[in-house]
């Protein structure tokens, strides 16, 4: 399996946090201390440089492609109670997921990709589960749209990016069955952070 955000795993927080602050990480802290006791399945966590402050209550299956962000995630985490799987999500049948998380992920994937993972979630998720989402709406922004069109040639070039848009989100997810439960918003909506749940009649 290619690794192409290993050569970013040391870097991707660092650069984060010079173009976005603490903004991503807030956005990837937002609704997981709202599920005491509930098993997570967390896709694409990176470095999980994002969680450590939750300690041993983050329990369950931290889900990674890259070997390298993988790694420092271990480190990272090392006082949480999670299982670590390197490679693509792939629950297991007998696996019933209360919560499961995509922090800034689906914008790095092709549109079929994207429903491909929104159907193997809405496979495997509980009648009741959360998907709590953080991620980039489109730029609206003179600023924002310079800032979107830097960063995705920067991980086309990088990291095989295979994206030259951002995608919007909402209608992906409500074309699966999920339904906006709460949203938050930083740098004037650009950003958000927001937990869904299947629409009753797309329950399992």
Same mark, same amino acid.
């Given at each position: 399996m290619s690794d192409a955000y290993g050569c970013l795993s040391r870097l991707y927080q660092p650069l984060s946090k010079v173009v976005f602050g603490r903004d991503l990480m807030e956005a990837n802290q937002a609704f997981i201390s709202e599920n005491p006791g509930k098993k997570v399945h967390l896709i694409g966590g990176g470095d999980g440089s994002a969680y450590p402050i939750f300690g041993e209550r983050l329990q369950g299956v931290y889900w990674e492609k890259s070997l390298a962000m993988m790694q420092l995630a271990r480190e990272n985490l090392k006082s949480s109670a999670l299982e670590f799987r390197h490679g693509e999500f792939a629950p297991s049948e007998s696996e019933e997921m209360e919560v499961v998380i995509l922090p800034f992920v689906l914008d790095t994937l092709r549109d079929e990709e994207i429903?491909? =993972?929104?159907?193997?979630?809405?496979? &495997?998720?509980? $009648? +009741?589960?959360?998907?709590?989402?953080?991620?980039?709406?489109?730029?609206?922004?003179?600023?924002?749209?310079?800032?979107?069109?830097?960063? =995705?040639?920067?991980?086309?070039?990088? &990291?095989?990016? $295979? +994206?030259?848009?951002i995608p919007f989100l909402p209608l992906f997810l409500e074309k699966e069955g999920f339904q906006l439960v709460e949203k938050r918003t930083w740098r004037k909506g650009w950003i958000f952070s927001a937990f869904y749940r299947l629409h009753r009649g797309e329950e399992r």
């Open positions: 429903r491909e =993972l929104l159907r193997k979630i809405k496979r &495997a998720i509980a $009648p +009741r589960g959360k998907l709590i989402v953080s991620d980039f709406y489109p730029a609206e922004t003179f600023g924002q749209r310079i800032l979107e069109k830097v960063m =995705l040639w920067f991980f086309r070039w990088i &990291a095989q990016h $295979p +994206r030259k848009d």
